[in-house]
């Protein structure tokens, strides 16, 4: 079992920077995908970014690509999302999400999990 911890959200002004991250528990994050989406409300969770379990390989939604990076530091079981020249239409919840289960390329569907944080605030003030 994993557990998922967000933190680093927050209320930004637009073209503004945030970082998120995501602490795992458990032995073996270094062996799980990971992943960023987000949520508003009445609407599908919606993926962000990807990170394979090397870490070296990633991918991105179009709507946030050039702006938002992920990365994973497995010495510290964490992946962090950098958000930068945020917009207010990147305003939601942000969950970060891991993947234990092998095969498959990029994870971009929420049926592609198997664990979930609780998910953290991100608001992009115009």
């Known amino acids: 079992q994993v557990q998922l911890v967000e933190s680093g959200g927050g209320l930004v002004q637009a073209g503004g920077s945030l970082r998120l991250s995501c602490a795992a528990s458990?032995?073996?994050?270094?062996?799980?995908?990971t992943g960023w989406f987000r949520q508003v409300p009445g609407k599908e969770r919606e993926f962000v970014a990807t990170?394979?379990?090397?870490?070296?390989?990633?991918y991105y939604a179009d709507s946030v690509k050039g702006r938002f990076t992920i990365s994973r530091d497995n010495a510290k079981n964490t992946v962090y999302l950098q958000m930068n020249s945020l917009k207010p239409e990147d305003t939601a919840v942000y969950v970060c999400?891991?993947?234990?289960?092998?095969?498959?390329?990029?994870?971009?569907?929420?049926?592609?999990?198997?664990?979930w944080g609780q998910g953290i605030q991100v608001t992009v003030s115009s």
């Open positions: 999400a891991a993947r234990a289960r092998l095969g498959g390329n990029y994870y971009v569907g929420p049926g592609d999990y198997d664990y």
């Open positions: 458990g032995r073996a994050f270094s062996s799980y995908a």
């Open positions: 990170s394979r379990r090397s870490g070296g390989s990633t």
